[in-house]
């Protein structure tokens, strides 16, 4: 694709070249974003083995990246507004170390 300098706005050219950085950036800080020492799409891998109403059993994808992750800070979102919101069921949320076979925090 050729740009035609006289027939482009510089302005314009100026303001798509910051959006276009501006994406990049945030595209780049979703990728670093974890919770719990889980990323984003490690959490994803998990998605399946608690959203109602048929779970999936938890793959070994799932798991690993569970083995990982600081499991007293998952307690804290047990009774959080924010699972139900995204379509997860805390209850069975909880139940995926015993699942995978990983240490459970004590109180969760």
Known sequence: ??????????????????LSMVVVAIGQA?????ICNMSVSDLMKC???VTPPNP?????????A???????CL????????LPSFGIDPNLAIQLPRKCNLPHPPNC
């Not at 999936?56 to 690993?64: E, F, H, L, V, W």
């Not at 569970?66 to 007293?72: G, P, R, T, Y």
């Not at 804290?76 to 924010?82: A, D, I, P, Q, R």
């Open 56 to 64: 999936t059993q938890p793959t070994t994808d799932c798991c690993s």
């Open 1 to 18: 694709m050729m740009i035609n300098n006289k027939n482009n706005n510089p302005k314009l050219l100026l303001a798509l070249m910051a």
């Open 75 to 82: 307690c804290g979102y047990k009774n959080s507004k924010l």
């Open 66 to 72: 569970l083995s990982h992750a600081d499991m007293h």
């Open 47 to 49: 998605k399946p083995s």
């Open 30 to 34: 979703e990728a670093q974003s974890n």
